[in-house]
């Protein structure tokens, strides 16, 4: 999940906020399936992802979907 985080970084620095959307919401996925095998509610990684989807969303325009997402992170 971690490289994923990093990935979603690297493309939002370069521009690519779609990319960085994608791989931000495909870490999500992951996190949740491995939160919910482990019996744990949103864990710090999972929150971290869903600030950095915030932040991608806002560049998108998308700020409905983005305060959601940072709302998910606090």
């Keep these: 999940i971690d490289i994923n985080t ?4 690297i493309e939002y620095d370069l ?3 779609e990319k ?3 791989i931000c ?3 999500l996925r992951i996190q949740a399936d491995l939160d919910q095998r ?10 971290r992802l ?3 989807l915030g932040l991608v969303l806002s560049e998108l325009g ?3 979907d983005a305060i959601q997402h ?3 992170a606090i």
């Design 38 to 47: 482990n019996g744990t509610l949103l864990g710090s990684a999972a929150a």
């Design 15 to 17: 521009g690519n906020f």
């Design 62 to 64: 998308d700020y409905q």
């Design 25 to 27: 919401e495909e870490a």
């Design 50 to 52: 869903h600030n950095h």
């Design 6 to 9: 990093h990935l979603a970084i």
């Design 70 to 72: 940072y709302q998910l």
């Design 20 to 22: 960085a959307k994608r």
